[in-house]
């Protein structure tokens, strides 16, 4: 090979390297602090009925069921997922099947006390089931 070819070459996998890496440090992730995480985690198990907390249905739920407007309710907390749904580090289809519903059972079975899927659900709170 010759001296132009070695440095077509280098350049074009720099530029590739490149690419991914700014492709991949920019795609949405949602990042929490520690402190984020305790906080949120702590606001999460505080009493549901504070003053001016907004109260839904499970009517109201219900119809919230797709995933372009998905809300569900976890441990008598009301959640908007919608933003979720599409960076779920597990993809979407685990955050579909909770559109509409009382996933309690759900998301306790396959998160149980893990700070980190507790404080991102704290941070999609909407309200309380009435």
């Known amino acids: 090979m010759n001296k132009k070819s070695v440095i077509s070459i280098i350049l074009a996998s720099a530029l590739i390297i490149g690419g991914?890496?700014?492709?991949?440090?920019e795609r949405p992730v949602m990042k929490l602090s520690q402190s984020q995480?305790?906080?949120?985690t702590t606001s999460q198990t505080s009493s549901n009925q504070e003053k001016d907390e907004l109260a839904y249905t499970m009517t109201d739920i219900s119809s919230h069921n797709v995933p372009e407007n998905c809300w569900s309710v976890v441990k008598g907390n009301v959640y908007d997922l919608t933003s979720r749904v599409t960076r779920h580090p597990g993809g979407e289809k685990p955050i579909k099947g909770l559109c509409g519903i009382d996933a309690t059972s759900a998301f306790e079975r396959k998160h149980g006390l893990s700070k980190n899927p507790n404080a991102a659900l704290a941070l999609l709170k909407i309200g309380v089931l009435k």
Not at 37 to 40: D, G, L
Request: net charge negative; proline share 0%; hydrophobic share 40%.
């Open 20 to 25: 991914g890496y700014i492709i991949y440090a």
């Open 37 to 40: 995480v305790e906080q949120n």
